[in-house]
């Protein structure tokens, strides 16, 4: 088991559907370029990206959100995830 510290992701979506995953810090600083209206080929994780085909800057949770609900899952009213067709039981158990 290591004690290895980890930053704070997030994730710059591409049009063509690639992820790229980066500090959070150095996130936020690139979006703030990209808001102001950047337009150039940069360089972010060793990959060279044309900004104009970034659909957007999300933090982890989003897409993860995204990627569960079309696989069919849902949230219930009591924030718990559910698989496609399964009905919610959490009301009980509250």
């Known amino acids: 088991m290591t004690n290895e510290i980890t930053r704070e992701q997030m994730i710059i979506s591409l049009r063509n559907g690639i992820e790229i995953w980066v500090d959070k810090d150095k996130a936020i600083e690139f979006g703030e370029d990209w808001v102001r209206g950047l337009k150039a080929t940069v360089k972010l994780e060793g990959r060279y990206v044309n900004t ?19 696989r069919g899952m849902w949230i219930c009213k009591y924030k718990h995830w559910h698989n496609k067709n399964d009905y919610c039981e959490c009301g009980r158990q509250h």
Not at 58 to 70: A, I, N, Q, S
């Open 52 to 70: 104009v085909d970034i659909i957007g800057i999300f933090p982890v949770e989003d897409l993860e959100h995204l990627k569960k609900e079309r």
